[in-house]
């Protein structure tokens, strides 16, 4: 008994309107962070179904790489985060917008 393909889209696509979701009503930095793994996770998951279906190893590979991508941008992410809580002793993404000049 296989899934078929309909059922990893489906899943994908539930994950990646969560993650919208969350990017679009969180003002949590770390909240937001979350979210936007959450919608590279989707991307993920439809990369190696595709993957699966078209019998090669391409959307696999494609999904390391963004795995590796998102483990930079959580490092990054995480700096960002440091210094907002450093300079404003808040991790609320709307307090950056003081930071310009």
Same mark, same amino acid.
């Given at each position: 008994?296989?899934v078929p393909l309909e059922g990893y889209l489906l899943?994908?696509? =539930? @994950?990646?309107?969560?993650? !919208?979701? =969350?990017?679009? !009503? ?7 962070? @979350?979210?936007?793994?959450? @919608? ?7 990369? /190696?179904?595709? =993957?699966? /279906?078209?019998?090669?190893?391409t959307g696999q590979v494609f999904a390391l790489f ?9 490092? /990054? ?16 993404? #709307? =307090?950056? !917008? #003081?930071?310009?000049?």
């Amino acid at each position: 008994m296989t899934v078929p393909l309909e059922g990893y889209l489906l899943l994908s696509a =539930g @994950m990646f309107c969560i993650g !919208v979701f =969350g990017v679009l !009503v969180r003002r949590n930095a770390l909240l937001f962070l @979350m979210s936007v793994e959450l @919608m590279l996770n989707a991307a993920n998951i439809n990369l /190696v179904a595709f =993957g699966l /279906v078209h019998e090669n190893l391409t959307g696999q590979v494609f999904a390391l790489f963004v795995i590796a991508l998102a483990a930079a941008e959580v490092a /990054v992410g995480i700096g960002i985060i440091l210094g907002l809580n450093r300079n404003f002793e808040t991790i609320d993404v #709307t =307090g950056a !917008v #003081t930071m310009r000049r």
